[in-house]
Structures are given as C-alpha cells and as structure tokens.
C-alpha cells in the first residue's frame, strides 16, 4: 500500500520560486548538538540563515549565547534576508546551522563557510553526497570535517510540524570546522528521537502518538 502522508519524499522537487518550508522536528536540532557538535556553546554564537518559523532557531538558542535567524521569506520570526543574495561579512559568527532549502544548499554552504568563525552544519538530505556539480563546487576542495547519517528517520511536512508523520526519506548533518584537518569522518547519529523530544516541540493536534499516548 502506498504510503500518503505528506512527510518528504526522496523524489520530492521544489519549484524554482518555491520557499522549501519544511520545519525541522526540534528532536533532529538536539541531536547535533549532542552527538555531533558536542561541549559548551554558551559563549558562542549562530547564526541559522533558514530559520522559518524559528522551529530549530529555539532549539540552538538552548545552547548558544546569541542566536540570529534570518530567512529568505517572512514567517514571523527573525529578520527577512536572502542569505545566498546579498553579501555576508568574513568570520561574522562562530556557526552557521541550517536546513536549507535543497536546491540551494550548495550556495548555502558556500556563502556559510565564509561567514563563520569555527564551522558550519546543515541538516541535508543523505542524497546531497550524490552529483559531479557538489562534488566539484564543494567536496573536493573543501569536504566536511563529519558526515553524521541519522539512523532513525527524520520525517518533515511542508509548512508545519507534525510528530505523526512519516518520510522514506534519509538525512544527515553534514559538518564543517575550519580547524579540522584530515579526511571526513563518517559517524552514525544513534536512536535518540525519543529522549530528545519535549513537550510542546508539537502543536496538541500533532503530538506523537507514543507521547500522546503517554499524557492522554
């Protein structure tokens, strides 16, 4: 039976004007924080040029000291600015963390690697690895210093979030850090959806069924 739910697909292709609004479950945000850019970031900042409706804005300002969220579109959150359009200052903040709309990830990363201090990361796609034009612009000369594959799936629908739904889809953060030297290092992002979520990270109607379960 084929499956309907509206979670991300990995045949899924955005129009060229589309805003690619898929917000981040907040689980996926913690568990870079925990199992891949680890230690203390209080005294850091970020910057997440994608921020939507703030959805993995909220979550980075848990851990950093300063948090600026910017976004393309007006959400009601953050400052309206085109990241990939308009210049960015050198080395302005310590990270740049962001889902980015797919199509525009490698500019994205590009333009974020110019802007941060220590590193960047962006929640992508496992596909992003794939393609000659990545390779060249990106990866050859400039790999990231940590692919983290999520092991458990990380389902996103368009325009809001929803603990209930379901993708096919894989994702990984990909990582980068000026200071790395060496090759990539290749990591796994173990279970963790279920201690990483909290309450209120859903709307009421949207909560996932082991939690509503859990508080019904």
């Given at each position: 039976m084929q499956n309907t739910s509206h979670a991300?697909?990995?045949q899924?292709?955005?129009?060229?004007?589309?805003?690619?609004?898929?917000?981040?479950?907040?689980?996926?945000?913690?568990?870079l924080l925990d199992h891949v850019v680890r230690g203390d970031l209080s005294a850091l900042s970020c910057w997440?040029?994608?921020?939507?409706?703030?959805?993995?804005?909220?979550?980075?300002?848990?851990?950093?000291g300063e948090v600026r969220?910017?976004?393309?579109?007006?959400?009601?959150?953050?400052?309206?600015?085109?990241f990939v359009a308009r210049p960015?200052?050198?080395?302005?903040?310590?990270?740049?963390?962001?889902?980015?709309p797919?199509?525009?990830?490698?500019?994205?990363?590009?333009?974020?690697?110019?802007?941060?201090?220590?590193?960047?990361?962006?929640l992508a796609r496992t596909v992003f690895l794939e393609s000659t034009g990545r390779y060249n612009g990106i990866f050859r000369d400039r790999p990231p210093a940590r692919f983290a594959q999520f092991v458990e799936r990380v389902p996103m629908v368009r325009g809001r979030l929803d603990g209930r739904a379901t993708t096919a889809t894989g994702y990984a953060w990909f990582v980068w850090e000026h200071a790395h030297r060496g090759a990539p290092q290749l990591m796994w992002i173990p279970p963790c959806r279920r201690d990483l979520e909290r309450p209120g990270d859903y709307p009421p109607e949207a909560q996932p069924a082991a939690r509503r379960a859990r508080t019904g």
């Open positions: 991300v697909m990995a899924r292709i955005e129009p060229a004007d589309s805003p690619d609004d898929f917000p981040t479950p907040p689980w996926a945000t913690r568990a997440e040029p994608a921020c939507g409706a703030g959805h993995m804005a909220r979550v980075l300002a848990e851990r950093f969220a910017s976004d393309a579109h007006d959400y009601g959150y953050g400052i309206v600015r085109d960015v200052a050198v080395r302005q903040v310590d990270w740049v963390i962001t889902n980015p797919f199509r525009l990830a490698e500019e994205f990363v590009v333009r974020a690697l110019d802007a941060a201090r220590v590193g960047v990361a962006i």
